[in-house]
């Protein structure tokens, strides 16, 4: 039972343009997320979270957008770098003992 | 500071054998994490410490699978007896007690042949 779900295993973007990731929920429950960015080799870094009384929170080149309503969110990367190429991991928790719950991971190419 | 370090980096065993991953958390973080990732999949959570509570066991695969952590430091993850299958990336996080950032170590890359 996948309690977080990115169903987009990779996503190729051209530099300069915008990079969508999309993670679904389905735990009403989950009142913080996260994402992660992850290097081949090293552990994942935490990029950018946002609270569930807020639907965007911006830091720089990234946004990450919540809707409530459907329980998705969504990272928008822009504009895009090569840099940025990395698997990107999508994270909720919650208050009362919730660990973190993962998703599986989108994969990242940014082509110069 | 230092950062969440993991060792040995690279593991490679033979099937049967047991092996122990180690973490060392930054200092002061009461919280710490295993996860493991096989190839193509995401991050699955293993085990959960925070301080001197009893921890969550609740993502250990099989009771091949063993995990202890000494006061709000080290942590080593034992497997028993290894299969094929546990062959992934062992990571360790760490973070502040209900802080909700982890901070990952670089992981143990384990190989089961």
């Known amino acids: 039972d996948q309690q977080v779900k990115q169903n987009s295993p990779s996503l190729s973007v051209q530099e300069g343009r915008i990079s969508i990731l999309n993670c679904d929920y389905t735990?009403?429950?989950?009142?913080?997320f996260l994402w992660y960015k992850k290097y081949p080799a090293e552990g994942p870094t935490f990029l950018i979270s946002?609270?569930?009384?807020?639907d965007k929170n911006e830091d720089g080149r990234f946004t990450v957008f919540l809707n409530k309503s459907a329980k998705h969110l969504s990272l928008h990367i822009v504009p895009s770098q090569p840099g940025d190429s990395a698997v990107y991991f999508c994270?909720?928790?919650?208050?009362?003992?919730?660990?973190?719950?993962f998703g599986a991971g989108t994969r990242l190419f940014v082509k110069a | 500071g230092a950062g969440v370090s993991q060792s040995p980096s690279n593991k490679v065993t033979e099937k049967g054998k047991d092996v122990e991953l180690r973490c060392d958390p930054i200092?002061?973080?009461?919280?710490l994490y295993w996860y493991r990732q096989r190839l193509g999949q995401g991050l699955e959570f293993l085990i959960y410490?925070?301080?001197?509570?009893?921890?969550?066991k609740s993502g250990l695969p099989s009771d091949r699978f063993s995990a202890e952590r000494t006061g709000e430091s080290v942590s080593t993850l034992t497997i028993q007896r290894t299969q094929q299958e546990d062959s992934a990336v062992y990571l360790c996080?760490?973070?502040?007690?209900?802080?909700?950032?982890?901070?990952f170590g670089p992981g143990t890359r384990l190989t089961v042949l």
């Open positions: 994270a909720a928790s919650g208050t009362g003992g919730f660990k973190t719950i």
């Open positions: 735990n009403s429950m989950f009142d913080y």
């Open positions: 200092s002061g973080h009461t919280a």
């Open positions: 996080a760490s973070s502040l007690y209900q802080d909700l950032y982890e901070y």
């Open positions: 410490f925070q301080g001197n509570s009893a921890p969550d």
């Open positions: 946002i609270s569930s009384i807020k």
